[in-house]
């Protein structure tokens, strides 16, 4: 017996990416542990930072991050369908709209990073949900928020070290 | 030609631009989800493809089985 309660857990955070960026401390953190403590806190107070950039930007998190491929259907896919949201004319929801579903329709618009700060420039005649189209945009717009939100957690489990793949 | 009018174009049906445009919109929709699952939980580009495909085909099955299913509903 090790005695080293989650030890498991060490081992996996080792193989964070965040390592590399940490420079020579983080990498020769398997090897110390009271240098292993000190990268896992770093790792702690990045993380942050890497799920705040892949929110700000989808898939800059994951750039970061060194994960390529990922960063590129991340941006790809939520571009994709906030711009066809907003080309299909969906409701792009204000802060302050009053009511519960208003607020969680701006929350998962909000998601969508800058694509919500470019919604005027997309969508310049503005919503029109009187036809089937403005409603399929409103869901459109809403799963790009959910689509990016998905990948704000899984940069933040990649930068902790929680998920290696 | 704008980007807009292309899209718009692309998502509209010479003929019939309701039906033509629902279903270029939800297989659209049905793509672009299915990748971004796909690259979220799969790690190699060819078991991403084929989760990507899968997926967006289950999506479109269950789509038109539920149109199916509500068709009795519209007369």
């Known amino acids: 017996m090790s005695g080293v309660p989650g030890g498991s857990q060490k081992d996996t955070l080792n193989d964070s990416p965040v390592n590399d960026l940490l420079g020579p401390n983080g990498a020769d953190a398997s090897s110390n542990s009271v240098r292993s403590h000190e990268s896992a806190t770093k790792r702690v107070v990045l993380a942050p930072f890497f799920a705040m950039a892949a929110w700000i930007i989808p898939g800059l998190g994951h750039l970061a991050l060194k994960r390529w491929g990922r960063a590129l259907i991340f941006f790809s896919c939520v571009g994709g369908l906030a711009i066809t949201g907003y080309l299909l004319r969906g409701n792009v929801f204000p802060p302050h709209s009053g009511d519960l579903f208003g607020t969680l329709g701006f929350l998962a618009d909000a998601s969508t990073g800058i694509f919500y700060v470019l919604a005027k420039f997309f969508e310049r005649a503005g919503p029109d949900v009187s036809r089937a189209a403005g409603d399929y945009g409103t869901r459109f717009i809403a799963a790009a928020g959910i689509v990016n939100l998905l990948s704000v957690f899984d940069a933040y489990e990649i930068a902790l070290g929680r998920r290696t793949m | ?75």
């Open chain 2, 1 to 75: 030609m704008t980007a807009s009018c292309v899209i718009c174009a692309f998502l509209s049906h010479p003929h019939d631009p309701v039906r033509g445009s629902h279903f270029f919109a939800m297989s659209l929709f049905a793509l672009l989800v299915s990748v971004a699952l796909a690259g979220l939980t799969k790690r190699t580009a060819q078991e991403r493809i084929k989760y990507a495909a899968s997926c967006f085909l289950k999506f479109l099955a269950v789509a038109i089985a539920i149109g199916w299913l509500m068709f009795p509903f519209s007369h």
